[in-house]
Structure formats: C-alpha cells, structure tokens
Nanobody, 121 residues
Framework: QVQLVESGGGLVQPGGSLRLSCAAS????????MGWYRQAPGKERELVAD?????????????KGRFTISRDNAISGDNAKNTVYLQMNSLKPEDTAVYYC?????????WGRGTQVTVSS
C-alpha cells in the first residue's frame, strides 16, 4: 500500500531548527527520487529539496545552505518503508508552510497530510 506520513513540524523561533521525517510505504519509493515540498498560505506547492536513490541532492535557492535532505532506503519489497528527512536550520518566517514529501520525478503518489512548520517569535 502506498502511503506517505510526514512528522516533525512545530512552532520554532527565527534562527531555530527542526528535523522533518517522512515515512514512505510502498515499493515504488525504493526506486524513486524523493522530494520535500511546501505550501504556504495563498501560495502554490513548491519543491524545496530532492534526493536520488543514490543520495544526490538538489535544493531550491531559497533554502540552499540551510536545509539538508537525506534518506534511508529500505530493502525492496511490497512492504518496504523508506524514510526521508529534512533537516532545517536557520529557519526564517518565510519558511512557514505545510511540508509534504512525495516523489520528485514522474507520477506523484497520493499526498499525505503534511506537517505544519511555523517560524515566529
């Protein structure tokens, strides 16, 4: 069963850090490039970081140098569960959004609920 569950969000002061986790269940995620997306109020969802199965990463200019994406690849199989992380440092108020994970290329999986990140003093 394909499922994405994000966690780790919260309220943090500017300059603070958070680490998001995404539990991705389903064999498709074992071979997919994975990404973290975010959607701020009134804005479209955007891809902020992605990572290949082999660990090559790419970042949006707005988060480069502050965010780090990583992943744990599960052993392949129908019940494989992969985990994708997003370490966020030096957070800014403009990082406030709901954060989601999904495949970074190709057909998107059904979206999870996301995790809310709020950066405010």
């Amino acid at each position: 069963q394909v499922q994405l569950v994000e966690s780790g969000g919260g309220l943090v002061q500017p300059g603070g850090s958070l680490r998001l986790s995404c539990a991705a269940s389903g064999s498709i995620f074992s071979i997919s490039d994975m990404g973290w997306y975010r959607q701020a109020p009134g804005k479209e969802r955007e891809l902020v970081a992605d990572i290949t199965r082999d660990g090559l990463t790419n970042y949006a200019d707005s988060v480069k140098g502050r965010f780090t994406i990583s992943r744990d690849n599960a052993i392949s199989g129908d019940n494989a569960k992969n985990t994708v992380y997003l370490q966020m440092n030096s957070l800014k108020p403009e990082d406030t959004a709901v954060y989601y994970c999904n495949v970074a290329l190709g057909n998107l999986a059904p979206w999870g609920r996301g995790t809310q990140v709020t950066v405010s003093s």
